[in-house]
Nanobody
Framework: VQLQASGGGLVQAGDSLRLSCAAS????????MGWFRQAPGKEREFVAA????????LYADSVKGRFTISRDNAKNTVYLQMNGLKPEDTAVYYC????????????????WGQGTQVTVSS
């Protein structure tokens, strides 16, 4: 299984970015796909998750209303649309996959992408 995250960059506060996570190596219909982030000196934290087959979503309170997770079944890709970015959103963003129900703990995710840096300047 491979997860390839991309789309990070340097933006100003209030700008938008869309992260992509291309998944390959198996059928993900029974999986939950998640986005996590880790800021310097902080622990990795949950951002959002989506049930691949049903499309149900879950968000951290800190991003609710600003970020949107979605998936494209044909492209086997999960997206994280980030609007209204804030300096506190600065982090390395990781996509992850879990064969099972939603969990916000990163410890139970089976597969991880390599991370993409998002930097938001004030």
């Amino acid at each position: 299984v491979q997860l390839q995250a991309s789309g990070g960059g340097l933006v100003q506060a209030g700008d938008s970015l869309r992260l992509s996570c291309a998944a390959s190596g198996r059928t993900f219909s029974s999986y939950v796909m998640g986005w996590f982030r880790q800021a310097p000196g902080k622990e990795r934290e949950f951002v959002a998750a989506i049930n691949w087959s049903r499309g149900n979503t879950l968000y951290a309170d800190s991003v609710k209303g600003r970020f949107t997770i979605s998936r494209d079944n044909a492209k086997n890709t999960v997206y994280l649309q980030m609007n209204g970015l804030k300096p506190e959103d600065t982090a390395v963003y990781y996509c992850a996959a879990r064969n099972g129900p939603y969990r916000i703990s990163d410890h139970v995710y089976d597969y991880w992408g390599q991370g993409t840096q998002v930097t938001v300047s004030s």
